[in-house]
């Protein structure tokens, strides 16, 4: 008998391999499921897992050898990039583990049945994290259908409609986008998988790519994907749409006595039946059944929320119910739950390799990297060149006539079109020797980057410490000019009569702001200090809300958003706003470097006053006719909705370290102060564009901000 085939009540001990986005959704819900415990995590960064680990409490590996050393896991949640789960799970496999693998489980069907051949051998289990499976909704829909409620089911619409917004803003580093086949590798597991454990393994007919969008530098992906398929007497469509469009993640099922429709994404089922009344009333009791379920679907999951305070959404209950799937069958001797088991695994990947067959192969590869006719010789760095802002100042500088460095942790580089001019370095902005080999023959550097931290203490150790970190390379490297990107978020600007120049100062105690503002000005305060102390050639730049090609419609810095079509705009939406060009900005940035006077100074790249928030929404209706529903803002709402949330974190979750924005912070991000712009003119002679219908076609018409 196997070790997976005892049965015991000991509490299963679980580690997580990769400590990214993901694994706080793996670590969370082990936390909820009763007899799993959490022992480990590992990654190869170090301070990622150390970071994670402490949060749970938990040991923090940096080497795979070592964590199996240990002997405190019975099983591992591989979280990796894709291309490593292979490697990775049969190393644990054959270590004794039994192993949950992240979707896609791996590159291909080979892939994917090596390491169904590595459990069979060790003797071990593996499975598949389906997360949208493991939902109370999706467990009833299965439940309506098999019970025969539904009649004959002869048809499915299975949809991923939500936009990923990578495609057009950035970053492109990302692995779903390195090639064109990715983006079903990540997004098709969520939909075959609904498809294979309904109906079985469907038969794929017919695929069908659209609305391409160019990567910068990297040929053409696809936004939209229409694949025809059939399993058995059903009919299957599986639609995958990635454009700014409203969110219809979704299963619809058709039978002969009824439609079913699940929202996997709002975890909500609605049923519409035939009803025996006559034809006057017959429309009305189907709309009063509809309305039924709506109101009783939203109010189970409004009170699920408040009792977990807001901790069991859709998204969480999903990854519970795999980790209740997968470690209920290892901990009772039994087979792993089948919707997550190697076998509907098999089934997932034998229909997304059958779908990448029927493409055209133009449409599975990207073309290849142009090989450079010469190496480039940097003169310039710009850490963060992959960004919304680096990317065009990257541009920019090399039709300036010069190569740059590029510093990015990705393994892809936007640049390819540019590799004459443009060489991409990979290093850790933690590590002091990778900086000081960056840095090697630049005369000047930019540092655009910006961790994302939830406590004031990961600012330190993640923003603060890091840019230290990079000045100091910058010193030691004798760089001739250092430009740091501020942000005028760090202002105060709730007070409409206060005008801002680059002479108005930030608050001595910024502990009310937020992190973002709050990290940037200490950021920008220590690079001052070791300007007059130690002779840095700092010149600080602030960017205003930065739009143009490129640049995402869903913009914060505008309001809080709730999918692509509703915005509630910061305030009343009634005061100009400090936008400004994405080719100004870049603009900006090169004269701060060629201008010798401007060292030591600091510049606000705010764009002339033209436009307010309706303003703005009201030229991208006409000239997209995309009617975007504009909502107002209360600051008084916000605030005090806040600080509820930040009370109950703090007494009732127990989370240390945590911090609040006052109701002058909250205001502040409506901009309500204007900005007077005539140091950056006159100094650097920067002139933003100044005629609104020109300002209009480059910021919004000639943006292609919905995808196509």
């Known amino acids: 008998m196997t070790k997976s085939a005892i049965k015991t009540s000991k509490p299963l001990r679980a580690g997580l391999i990769g400590a990214g986005y993901i694994a706080t959704w793996h670590a969370d819900a082990i936390k909820a499921v009763p007899g799993v415990e959490l022992t480990a995590i590992c990654d190869v960064s170090k301070p990622a897992v150390e970071g994670l680990a402490a949060a749970y409490g938990v040991r923090a590996f940096t080497d795979l050898k070592g964590l199996i050393a240990a002997d405190i896991c019975d099983a591992v949640h591989i979280l990796t990039p894709p291309p490593v789960h292979k490697p990775l799970a049969e190393m644990c ?44 909704s999706y467990t009833r829909l299965k439940n309506l259908m098999k019970s025969g409620r539904l009649g004959r089911v002869n048809a499915a619409e299975i949809n991923w409609v939500f936009p990923l917004a990578p495609l057009r803003s950035g970053p492109f580093g990302l692995w779903m986008l390195e090639q064109p086949e990715n983006l079903l590798l990540e997004l098709g597991p ?18 069908s790519l659209g609305k391409p969008i160019m990567m910068p530098g990297d040929g053409a992906r696809a936004q939209s994907w229409r694949i025809l398929a059939r399993a058995g007497e059903v009919d299957i469509t599986f639609n995958i749409s990635l454009v700014e469009s409203a969110d219809d993640r979704s299963v619809t099922l058709r039978g002969s006595g009824g439609i079913a429709r699940l929202n996997y994404a709002a ?5 519409e039946r035939e009803n025996t009344s006559d034809i006057v009333l017959n429309p009305l009791r189907r709309q009063l059944s509809l309305a039924g379920q709506h109101l009783r679907e939203g109010s189970i999951n409004a009170a699920r929320q408040v009792v977990s305070l807001n901790q069991n959404g859709p998204y969480a209950l999903g990854f519970q119910g795999v980790v209740a799937g997968f470690y209920g069958g290892l901990r009772e001797g039994a087979a792993v739950d089948q919707r997550f088991d190697h076998v509907t695994m098999e089934k997932v990947m034998t ?69 004459d001019q ?50 100091k390379a910058a010193l030691a490297a004798g760089v001739e000019r250092f430009v740091y990107t501020g942000t005028i978020a760090s202002y105060d600007m ?25 990290s940037k000005a200490e950021c920008e305060k220590r690079l001052m200090m070791m300007h007059q102390k130690d002779g840095l ?41 400090p936008f400004v060009l994405i080719d100004d900005v870049a603009d900006g940035l090169i004269r701060m470097m060629e201008n010798d006077a401007a060292i030591s100074q600091s510049f606000n790249l705010v764009g002339e006053a033209m436009m307010t928030a309706r303003g703005y929404f009201d030229a991208i209706d006409t ?17 005090l909705n806040d600080s509820v949330k930040h009370a109950l974190k703090k007494y009732v979750l127990r989370r240390r370290n945590l911090s609040r924005a006052s109701l002058s912070d909250w205001k502040s991000r409506a901009h309500y102060s204007p900005f007077e712009i005539t140091h950056p003119k006159t100094l650097l002679g920067w002139q933003p564009e100044n005629d609104k219908a020109t300002f209009i076609r480059r910021a919004i018409t000639e943006a292609n901000l919905f995808g196509f």
């Open 267 to 271: 975890d909500t089922l609605i049923v």
């Open 351 to 419: 229909a997304i390799d059958s779908t990448l067959a029927l493409l055209p192969k133009a449409d599975r590869t990207k073309p290849k990297a142009a090989k450079a006719a010469r190496k480039p010789k940097p003169s310039v760095l710009v850490i963060g060149g992959t960004g919304f802002i680096g990317r065009h100042l990257t541009r920019a500088l090399v039709a300036s006539g010069r190569d740059v460095r590029v510093l990015s942790r990705g393994r892809t580089s936007p640049f390819d079109d540019l590799a």
């Open 623 to 639: 000239a997209t006719g995309a009617r975007i529903d504009v909502r107002t803002g209360p600051f008084l709402g916000y605030y």
């Open 494 to 518: 709730s007070n409409p009569a206060n005008t801002i120049t680059e002479k108005t100062g930030f608050a001595p105690d910024m502990t009310d702001r937020n992190l973002y503002a709050r």
């Open 190 to 207: 969520h939909l075959f998988a609904f498809a294979v454990d309904l109906f079985g393994a469907p038969e794929i007919e017919y695929v």
């Open 93 to 136: 496999l054959t270590a004794g583990l039994d192993v949950l693998i992240e979707k896609p489980v791996a590159l291909s069907l080979d892939e994917t049945r090596a390491i169904i051949e590595a459990a069979n051998a060790a003797g071990r289990k593996v499975a598949a994290s389906h997360n949208f499976l493991g939902i109370p």
């Open 537 to 577: 050639p700092l010149v600080i730049a602030r960017p205003g809300i930065v739009i143009g090609a490129g640049g995402p419609l869903q913009h914060w810095g505008i309001g809080r958003w709730h999918g692509a079509g509703t915005v509630k705009i910061w305030g009343s939406g009634n005061n100009i706003l």
């Open 422 to 471: 443009v060489e991409t370095f990979s290093t850790s902005l933690k590590d002091p020797d990778g900086l000081a080999h960056a840095m090697q023959g630049v005369k000047a550097v930019y540092h655009l980057a910006k961790s994302v931290d939830t406590t004031w203490q990961g600012c330190l150790e993640n923003d603060v410490a890091v840019t230290e970190s990079i000045a």
